[in-house]
């Protein structure tokens, strides 16, 4: 069911930097996208909505806790986070996420990838 794809987590020492990608499975699933975005979930924690990207305007939006140190972007059909001076609390299972033109909610998920950060 999983339309998008997530790639680029890892364990990585605070202060590191990752940068994680999503990409749409079908060409034709593009189009459709109104606004790109990850989220994040730490073992017993809930769903944490991490940023956002806007797929016609490129407006941004972050959470308080990662301004300045991650970046969404977009381009050909993918949206990536650069996350840098990476912090043990960003340790969590990173989704991609999109919700199409038109739409109120985010619907589509990718599979996940986790992102560790500890010394």
């Known amino acids: 069911q999983a339309q998008l794809v997530e790639s680029g987590g890892g364990l990585v020492q605070p202060g590191g930097s990752l940068r994680l990608s999503c990409g749409a499975l079908a060409r034709s699933f593009i189009p459709t996208i109104g606004h790109m975005g990850w989220f994040r979930q730490a073992p017993g924690k809930e769903r944490e909505f991490v940023a956002t990207?806007?797929?016609?305007?490129?407006n941004t939006n972050y959470t308080d806790s990662v301004k300045d140190r991650f970046t969404i972007s977009r381009d050909n059909g993918k949206t990536y986070l650069q996350m840098n001076n990476l912090k043990p609390e960003d340790t969590a299972a990173y989704y991609c996420?999109?919700?199409?033109?038109?739409?109120?909610?985010?619907?589509?998920w990718g599979q996940g990838t986790q992102v560790t950060v500890s010394s």
């Open positions: 996420a999109v919700r199409p033109r038109w739409g109120q909610d985010y619907i589509y």
């Open positions: 990207i806007s797929w016609t305007s490129g």
